[in-house]
DNA sequence: GGTCTTTTTTAGATGACTTTATAAAGTGTG
DNA sequence: CACACTTTATAAAGTCATCTAAAAAAGACC
């Protein structure tokens, strides 16, 4: 009766589990083992571990197919909490998610631009103790702490490399220095693939096998996820997209971050005769000034829309080149430059899809907004934590970021 | 003593093991067991059924560090045999490998464009017998036939959709047909995944996580490995980047088939004035001409080593771009494109890396010629049944070609 | 020759599975 | 409404890949 057998060496199982509860809502012990290729006796006991450990709780009873009817199972949402950080140099975002990675408490403080990192690193220590204890969550069932940051990074050591405009924190040791101050584990890693493993632990993947989420902020970048698992290549650099060829104005060959991040769009905006005033840019912020545009363009504004509209295009000449190359069955959107705009690039990607990817009559894309758009990157670093601890996976050897 | 324990269930330990002979030569137990993350005694038992299979034998000692010298094991490359057949409308290659994915047979008949499917089939079927006979191999000790097709496929099914150019074969259920008059296991996969294992099977790639074979033939296709083992995504169309944009002449964005291809490289060669007689360009068998302009590329011929060179920095975008979303730590060229002209597009392609790749200071990629350049795909096809049934892995689980 | 190192094998224990059998809790039928 | 039949869950015993511990084999060094 049981099929071929995928199963997973060393206990991997019981997270192999906890994810498919997690992702598959309330589900019996035999639908389990029907999913996994386990028999239903293993199951039992798989899952009498998890209730144990009360990850897991018995939430009722399905219908009868013929027979007894089954129990099902769902993740005990609040037995284990994860926290997740996004250092930048104006906020940092601290979140605190549970087992299904839904936010539980969220707290943006200033960020790592104002201080120098020995004296931010005690205040983040103690932002977190606080955070915990105004939340009531005990840390003996905190699993650890995922630190997202910008610009390049060493995840095996646990340092930042630091951005241009970040230079004090150049070659810091974050983790390490972190983790003797606050006593959990912590992890580094990007952005994108943060908000990847987000999108994923949220549930809003479903059973995609090769998924990936663009992030835009400053810049453009992009998480893949195959089978759930983060893809990283050699040296996880992977899903660098920002000097991507696209066709620009005339048909001309530019990058794509030189024609479709923020920046860009703004550029862009400025280059048309009174349009600076007439959107309200402020030349300050950029952020600020391309959320201005967007919001425009919510509104209706032609001028707005057909800016967003050429970003848009460009976000997915980008997606359509990735879906051809990844084969992919899922792509989400995350990161500020989306939390207006958002609806604008979903409906570019999709028309674009479907006239140009490959293996359009094989399967569909779905394409869709990240459920924490704007603290997608923070939310997934408490999601990185929670994959790491209770569902770990390998691949691609690349070593992945490490957890201490 | 022994590290994390990466070990894997089922028994399929033993192909890890068998891989790691392959590719890292003579080697000792010890190794081995540190490689794997095995102890020394586990890696005892699983060396013994190795050797009691036939699979591999104790060829030596290698240097004493001190004490006992150790054993050192190499696989039996003439313990078991594959055979790949590359069907083409022209000719149909076969090559029978040994376990290292040496070729130890070859041959070329008339291709599937001269007969209708089911009589096509019956001399397949003759062939394949009479080159086993011819060669002296023992049917028992060949585990398949991989059969590697152009155009679109279901490998689950096993069957080729057929290109354009090949009607008759439309829908043709080539896997169960061949199967019932060879009694071998028989599997169908594309060409550019079947040429990126064969170079994995023949021990070129090393231990490179994230590889991609680039195939060209008459169109361009990328067969790509993570840790050794293809990446399909969510339907086994990877690799797609002929719609792939890169900057044409003036700066236009063009995609990379149109561009870069065999025909392309023929018709900018025509739009040159006297270069078609210069050339030795007959019009007839594209293939043919490519090579006409490839020769006298690396004869020194300016006009050819401009089109060739044309051709090669489309390739290098396409490239560069595939390195920088999937990390790739290694590159090799292979299809009967690549055969004479192979040097130039190398060299175009280091080049170009060097100087964008995203990556280059964290490590370099290898970039290389396929072992196999011609025959690539149809060697590739072999390796494909040596690696799913000696050493079968599971990733991104598309399932994959079916075995039958 | 004796002692130390390194390599390989043996023997027993462990734990994650499986298979087989049994209990529990339903549905449907005469 | 008792009985047969299903489906779901657990229990018991066996298998298999692996580990730990310890011995055996084979060479190096003094």
């Given at each position: 009766?049981?099929?071929?057998?995928i199963s997973?060496a060393?206990?991997t199982?019981?997270?192999?589990?906890?994810?498919?509860i997690?992702?598959?809502?309330?589900?019996?012990?035999?639908e389990?083992?029907e999913?996994?290729?386990?028999?239903?006796a293993?199951?039992?006991?798989?899952v009498r571990?998890l209730?144990?450990?009360?990850l897991?709780?018995?939430?009722?009873?399905?219908?009868s197919?013929?027979g007894?009817?089954?129990?099902?199972?769902?993740?005990?949402?609040?037995?284990?909490f994860?926290?997740g950080?996004?250092v930048?140099?104006?906020?940092n975002t601290?979140v605190?998610?549970?087992?299904?990675?839904?936010?539980?408490?969220?707290?943006?403080?200033?960020?790592?631009g104002?201080?120098?990192p020995?004296?931010?690193?005690t205040?983040?220590a103690r932002e977190?103790?606080?955070?915990?204890?105004?939340?009531?969550?005990?840390k003996?069932?905190?699993?650890?702490i995922?630190i997202?940051?910008?610009?390049p990074?060493d995840?095996e050591?646990?340092?930042?490399f630091?951005?241009?405009h970040m230079?004090a924190?150049?070659?810091?040791?974050?983790r390490s220095?972190?983790?003797?101050?606050v006593?959990?584990p912590?992890?580094?890693?990007n952005?994108a693939?943060?908000a990847?493993?987000?999108?994923?632990?949220?549930?809003?993947?479903?059973?995609s096998?090769?998924?990936a989420?663009?992030?835009?902020?400053a810049g453009?970048?992009?998480?893949?996820?195959?089978?759930?698992?983060?893809?990283?290549g050699?040296?996880?650099n992977?899903?660098e997209?920002?000097?991507?060829?696209?066709?620009?104005?005339?048909?001309?060959?530019?990058?794509?971050e030189?024609?479709?991040?923020?920046?860009?769009?703004?550029?862009?905006?400025?280059?048309r005769?009174?349009?600076?005033?007439?959107?309200?840019?402020?030349?300050?912020d950029?952020m600020?000034?391309?959320?201005?545009?967007?919001r425009a363009?919510?509104?209706?504004d032609?001028?707005?829309?057909?800016?967003?509209g050429?970003?848009a295009?460009?976000?997915?000449?980008a997606?359509?080149?990735m879906?051809?190359?990844?084969d992919?069955d899922?792509?989400?959107?995350?990161?500020?430059a989306?939390s207006?705009?958002?609806p604008f690039?979903?409906r570019?990607?999709i028309?674009?899809?479907?006239?140009?990817?490959?293996?359009?009559?094989?399967?569909g894309?779905?394409?869709q907004?990240?459920?924490h758009?704007?603290?997608?990157?923070a939310?997934g670093?408490?999601?990185?934590?929670?994959?790491?601890?209770?569902a770990?996976?390998?691949?691609?050897?690349?070593g992945g970021p490490?957890l201490?």
């Amino acid at each position: 009766m049981p099929s071929p057998r995928i199963s997973l060496a060393n206990g991997t199982s019981r997270g192999l589990v906890l994810d498919l509860i997690r992702s598959r809502g309330p589900i019996s012990r035999v639908e389990l083992a029907e999913a996994t290729g386990m028999t239903q006796a293993t199951m039992s006991t798989v899952v009498r571990q998890l209730i144990g450990d009360e990850l897991v709780l018995e939430t009722g009873r399905g219908e009868s197919t013929g027979g007894r009817n089954p129990v099902l199972l769902d993740v005990n949402p609040t037995a284990r909490f994860a926290i997740g950080l996004q250092v930048e140099s104006e906020f940092n975002t601290y979140v605190v998610v549970n087992l299904v990675g839904a936010i539980v408490g969220r707290m943006r403080t200033t960020g790592v631009g104002s201080a120098d990192p020995a004296t931010m690193i005690t205040i983040v220590a103690r932002e977190v103790d606080v955070m915990l204890e105004r939340l009531g969550i005990d840390k003996a069932r905190t699993l650890g702490i995922g630190i997202v940051a910008p610009g390049p990074l060493d995840l095996e050591r646990g340092v930042i490399f630091g951005p241009p405009h970040m230079a004090a924190w150049k070659n810091v040791p974050i983790r390490s220095m972190l983790s003797q101050l606050v006593e959990l584990p912590i992890l580094l890693d990007n952005d994108a693939t943060a908000a990847a493993i987000g999108d994923f632990w949220g549930g809003d993947l479903g059973s995609s096998i090769s998924h990936a989420t663009i992030y835009m902020g400053a810049g453009i970048g992009t998480g893949i996820l195959i089978d759930g698992t983060v893809f990283r290549g050699a040296s996880s650099n992977t899903g660098e997209l920002g000097e991507l060829i696209v066709p620009g104005p005339d048909g001309k060959s530019v990058t794509l971050e030189s024609a479709a991040d923020p920046r860009a769009v703004i550029a862009d905006a400025r280059s048309r005769p009174n349009a600076a005033e007439h959107l309200g840019l402020v030349g300050q912020d950029e952020m600020e000034d391309f959320k201005s545009i967007a919001r425009a363009a919510v509104h209706g504004d032609d001028l707005a829309i057909e800016l967003i509209g050429i970003s848009a295009g460009h976000i997915a000449t980008a997606v359509v080149a990735m879906a051809n190359l990844f084969d992919l069955d899922s792509v989400s959107l995350a990161g500020p430059a989306f939390s207006i705009a958002g609806p604008f690039y979903v409906r570019a990607i999709i028309d674009r899809l479907q006239r140009d990817f490959f293996a359009r009559e094989q399967h569909g894309i779905r394409v869709q907004l990240s459920t924490h758009i704007t603290d997608a990157a923070a939310v997934g670093g408490a999601a990185l934590i929670l994959q790491t601890v209770l569902a770990p996976r390998t691949m691609g050897l690349a070593g992945g970021p490490a957890l201490r």
